[in-house]
């Protein structure tokens, strides 16, 4: 079973600041995604990471692929209260994802 | 829009009670998934599907049993409500030119 541990689980930081949440495996793994999920909603997925090293910005959001494939990390610039949220990442194939316990993030005005 | 739709928000049964949720997705999606999250412990997966009348176990199936008679629909059922079986269940789907799950917003449900 493979190990998904994400640092770290409690975060609350100024609106403004930047920030980062890690996300690390015990095995290497061929893909992994993150997920945001807001207070009484489902999880949304944010993005898909498939190759070693890669780097995909979605605005402020910028989630990096460790080289070995093992750790991923998601980094906030300048953080908005909407950036408040549970943030999940789950590595897998097609079908079973495993999720890490998250961090939840919370941003004050 | 695409959408999973989970069929209530919130329910409070008794121990002992058999309980169905209920899952519906307009994407056409061959796979559906039933978790639970709890605090501290994340996303666990009860039970999935990748077709029409097939079913696999996840990591926590025991108590649980589903139900796909249509694609479009998966339910999960507890065979006899347990207090320890009060969560917040999720729903998600997953097609074959997706690149993640669309989950649904989620039942939370209390066993008293």
């Known amino acids: 079973t493979q190990l998904l541990e994400q640092s770290p689980q409690f975060l609350s930081i100024q609106e403004g600041e930047n920030l980062t949440v890690y996300c690390n495996s015990s095995?290497?793994?061929?893909?992994l995604q993150w997920y945001r999920q807001e207070p009484g909603e489902g999880p949304v997925l944010l993005v898909t990471?498939?190759?070693?090293?890669e780097v995909k910005k979605l605005k402020r959001l910028t989630f990096q692929f460790g080289d070995a494939r093992k750790d991923s990390s998601l980094h906030i610039t300048a953080a908005q209260p909407g950036d408040t949220g549970l943030y999940l990442c789950?590595?897998?194939?097609?079908?079973?994802?495993?999720f890490g316990t998250g961090t939840r993030l919370t941003i004050i005005p | 829009d695409v959408k999973v739709t989970q069929s209530s928000r919130y329910l409070v049964k008794r121990t002992g009670e058999k309980v169905f949720l209920e899952c519906v997705q307009d994407?056409?999606?061959?796979?559906m998934f039933w978790y639970r999250q709890d605090p501290g412990l994340g996303l666990r997966l009860i039970y999935f599907?990748?077709?029409?009348?097939?079913?696999e176990k996840g990591d926590i199936p025991e108590g649980y049993s589903v139900s796909r008679e249509k694609k479009e629909r998966f339910s999960l059922i507890l065979e006899s409500a347990s207090t320890n079986q009060t969560s917040m269940y999720l729903c998600?789907?997953?097609?074959?030119?997706?690149?993640?799950?669309?989950f649904g917003s989620g039942t939370r449900l209390t066993v008293v």
């Open positions: 599907s990748y077709d029409v009348k097939m079913k």
């Open positions: 095995s290497v793994f061929s893909s």
């Open positions: 789950a590595l897998g194939g097609n079908e079973k994802l495993t």
């Open positions: 998600a789907s997953w097609g074959q030119n997706n690149y993640g799950y669309t």
């Open positions: 994407m056409d999606h061959e796979n």
């Open positions: 990471v498939v190759t070693g090293g």
